[in-house]
């Protein structure tokens, strides 16, 4: 059992013939009471501080695991992100592809349709020439058949019929 301060205070030394100094002793012991109360409260204060410091230990290692866990659900988040990203950029493209695809259909149609319609109106403005092109040449024809008696004949007729009218 280890030794304390009152041990030390109450300690009796027996006399003997050529003893030593009983004041020496006494100042000696007084010395090593005072000493060993300092290191008994040094002890004291430094178990607290060790006891302390495990409890502020095992905070951060509480903190250590919490911010591993942490770090795993975030990796976990992000690499959950990046793939639902992937996914939705893979949707977007197909759907701008099919969109693309429906465009361009439709913009050939559409390009199809005018070239029917450019050739539609080429075919009638060709027929429109070859009638208007006989149709001149009709008159001109006529023009220069001379047979302009049967037409004023005919003129002269039309103006007495309107003069006895009387109009």
Do not use: C
């Amino acid at each position: 059992m280890p030794l304390s301060p009152i041990d030390i205070h109450n300690k009796e030394f027996g006399r003997s013939f050529r003893g030593y100094n009983e004041d020496e002793v006494d100042d000696f012991l007084e010395r090593v009471i005072q000493d060993y109360e300092g290191l008994i409260r040094t002890n004291k204060q430094l178990e607290e501080e060790i006891q302390m410091l495990k409890d502020k230990l095992e905070h951060y290692d509480s903190l250590e695991d919490s911010l591993g866990k942490s770090i795993l659900v975030a990796q976990e988040m992000a690499e959950e992100v990046k793939s639902n990203a992937r996914k939705e950029a893979e949707l977007i493209i197909r759907d701008a592809e099919k969109n693309a695809d429906k465009i361009v259909s439709e913009a050939l149609n559409k390009s199809r349709k005018t070239a029917l319609d450019v050739e539609e109106m080429q075919k009638h403005a060709a027929v429109f020439r070859a009638r208007f092109r006989s149709l001149v040449q009709a008159q001109l024809e006529m023009l220069d058949s001379g047979d302009w008696g049967a037409f004023d004949k005919d003129l002269a007729l039309r103006a007495a019929s309107v003069a006895q009218s009387g109009i």
